[in-house]
């Protein structure tokens, strides 16, 4: 049998930043720089990273680009952190490329995942790719592509022992990549007050470059340039409005520097269309039960999320887990009122959260040893929210009964 891609990385230091690229730096120079052969747009932020990317990417491909996505965390398998033309980078392609890094040993996970989709975009002449950071803004890996257009999506709480504990130190680490990118392009979920800290005086509202409002029946109103257009609300929540209107301000601006022709109001339609996310309160049949999933891993998006809820007719029962870096007893605060019964879980990870301190964040909550035990302690409507693993976790049992 041969070895995984996930087996490669398995044996790779798992630390999530180190304020050093150099090491990554070097090992791409002796490669000739394979970051540099492509165009790329990089998109931080505390949430909504990976749906802003997402419906960038969408949006990008369908004005004819061969396209490529990075992201992180993935969900049920590694490969589909690397995304060319739409679909997850082949198994044998990945592991070839990272077979190239077996001679840099102290490249962590991230970053030898990094290296190689830097590799596989250049090798398959992407037009333009898509990076979303995985922490931070100052040393996450994804800052050596050298970016020409960035994008930040908000500043929250998350990673406070990695990014300090006030926002406005967060806020000074991600705007390192604003800074360092010729286009820079900030959310709507950026509060005024933390743009100095950002210190990038040349980036721009996305809303100074499209409007995108509710418009009922799960459209969406998008106005740019002389242009307006109906489109599918291609991911559910009032805040993906926020990821949407980066998005499209991104694609604009990509268009005015060049990477693409002009953003043509059809295409964007059809890319929204077809988009599909999962784990963004999207819906998926697990032993024959419907379940809504959601990631919601931080306070910032336990709130959202709450939100989201608070304006539903239906009241869902919840599934929660999470990491032991996580705030669970605000997010259990966020999301208690409007739930159901709440059942906590186990997840199979070194960094998960104590069983003990999930059930005393959710007092009277039923305990289970993984997510399948905690499903079948719970009636329907069902939610699972918390933790990208517990999505990913019930994601994978999806797919095996439907392979079975």
Same mark, same amino acid.
């Given at each position: 049998?041969?070895? #995984?891609?996930?087996?490669?990385?398995?044996? &790779?230091?798992?630390?999530?930043?180190?304020?050093?690229?150099?090491?990554?730096?070097?090992?791409?120079?002796?490669?000739?720089?394979?970051?540099?052969?492509?165009?790329?747009?990089?998109?931080?932020? #505390?949430?909504?990273?990976?749906? #802003? @990317?997402?419906?960038?990417?969408?949006?990008?491909?369908?004005?004819?680009?061969?396209?490529?996505?990075?992201?992180?965390?993935?969900?049920?398998?590694? /490969?589909?952190?690397?995304?060319?033309?739409?679909?997850?980078?082949?198994?044998?392609?990945?592991?070839?490329?990272?077979?190239?890094?077996?001679?840099?040993?102290?490249?962590?996970?991230? /970053?030898?995942?990094?290296?190689?989709?830097?590799?596989?975009?250049?090798?398959?002449?992407?037009?333009?790719?898509?990076?979303?950071?995985?922490?931070?803004?100052?040393?996450?890996?994804?800052?050596?592509?050298?970016?020409?257009?960035?994008?930040?999506?908000?500043?929250?709480?998350?990673?406070?022992?990695?990014?300090?504990?006030?926002? #406005?130190?967060?806020?000074?680490?991600?705007?390192?990549?604003?800074?360092?990118?010729?286009?820079?392009?900030?959310?709507?979920?950026?509060?005024?007050?933390?743009?100095?800290?950002?210190?990038?005086?040349?980036?721009?509202? @996305?809303?100074?470059?499209?409007?995108?409002?509710?418009?009922?029946?799960?459209?969406?109103?998008?106005?740019?340039?002389?242009?307006?257009?109906?489109? &599918? %609300?291609?991911?559910?929540?009032?805040?993906?409005?926020?990821?949407?209107?980066?998005?499209?301000?991104?694609?604009?601006?990509?268009? &005015?520097?060049?990477?693409?022709?002009?953003?043509?109001?059809?295409?964007?339609?059809? @890319?929204?269309? !077809?988009?599909?996310?999962?784990?963004?309160?999207?819906?998926?049949?697990? /032993?024959?039960?419907?379940?809504?999933?959601?990631?919601?891993?931080?306070?910032?998006?336990?709130? @959202?999320?709450?939100?989201?809820?608070?304006?539903? !007719?239906?009241?869902?029962?919840?599934?929660?887990?999470?990491?032991?870096? !996580?705030?669970?007893?605000?997010?259990?605060?966020?999301?208690?009122?409007?739930?159901?019964?709440?059942?906590?879980? %186990?997840?199979?990870?070194?960094?998960?959260?104590?069983?003990?301190?999930?059930?005393?964040?959710?007092?009277?909550?039923?305990?289970?040893?993984?997510?399948?035990?905690?499903?079948?302690?719970?009636?329907?409507?069902?939610?699972?929210?918390?933790?990208?693993?517990?999505?990913?976790?019930?994601?994978?049992?999806? /797919?095996?009964?439907?392979?079975?």
């Amino acid at each position: 049998m041969s070895v #995984t891609p996930a087996l490669i990385l398995e044996n &790779r230091p798992q630390g999530r930043i180190r304020p050093d690229l150099d090491s990554l730096r070097e090992t791409l120079a002796e490669r000739g720089d394979p970051q540099r052969n492509f165009p790329s747009i990089l998109i931080v932020g #505390t949430n909504g990273k990976g749906s #802003t @990317a997402a419906m960038l990417e969408a949006v990008l491909r369908e004005h004819g680009l061969r396209t490529a996505l990075f992201t992180s965390p993935h969900l049920v398998r590694v /490969e589909e952190r690397i995304r060319l033309h739409g679909a997850p980078v082949d198994e044998t392609v990945l592991r070839e490329h990272l077979s190239r890094f077996d001679n840099s040993p102290d490249l962590t996970y991230f /970053e030898t995942l990094t290296a190689a989709a830097f590799n596989i975009f250049s090798e398959m002449q992407i037009e333009v790719a898509i990076l979303e950071a995985g922490m931070g803004g100052s040393w996450d890996a994804t800052r050596l592509a050298a970016s020409t257009v960035a994008g930040l999506t908000n500043v929250g709480s998350d990673h406070a022992g990695w990014l300090g504990a006030d926002r #406005t130190d967060v806020a000074r680490d991600k705007g390192r990549a604003l800074a360092a990118a010729d286009h820079a392009i900030i959310g709507s979920g950026v509060e005024a007050r933390l743009l100095p800290s950002l210190r990038a005086p040349h980036a721009r509202r @996305a809303r100074s470059f499209v409007r995108c409002v509710e418009a009922g029946d799960d459209r969406v109103l998008l106005a740019w340039d002389g242009c307006e257009i109906y489109a &599918r %609300r291609a991911l559910a929540g009032s805040f993906q409005l926020a990821n949407l209107e980066l998005a499209m301000a991104l694609a604009i601006t990509a268009s &005015r520097a060049g990477l693409v022709a002009a953003i043509e109001p059809a295409r964007v339609q059809l @890319a929204l269309e !077809k988009l599909d996310w999962p784990g963004r309160l999207s819906v998926h049949l697990v /032993e024959g039960r419907e379940v809504l999933m959601d990631c919601a891993h931080n306070l910032e998006a336990a709130r @959202a999320l709450a939100n989201h809820l608070d304006g539903l !007719k239906r009241r869902y029962n919840l599934v929660f887990s999470c990491l032991d870096d !996580k705030p669970v007893e605000a997010m259990a605060e966020a999301l208690r009122p409007l739930v159901g019964d709440v059942v906590v879980c %186990r997840l199979d990870d070194d960094r998960a959260m104590p069983l003990e301190r999930l059930a005393a964040a959710f007092p009277g909550a039923g305990t289970a040893m993984d997510p399948r035990s905690a499903l079948e302690q719970v009636d329907d409507p069902v939610l699972a929210a918390g933790s990208v693993r517990l999505v990913g976790d019930l994601l994978a049992l999806a /797919e095996s009964e439907e392979v079975g």
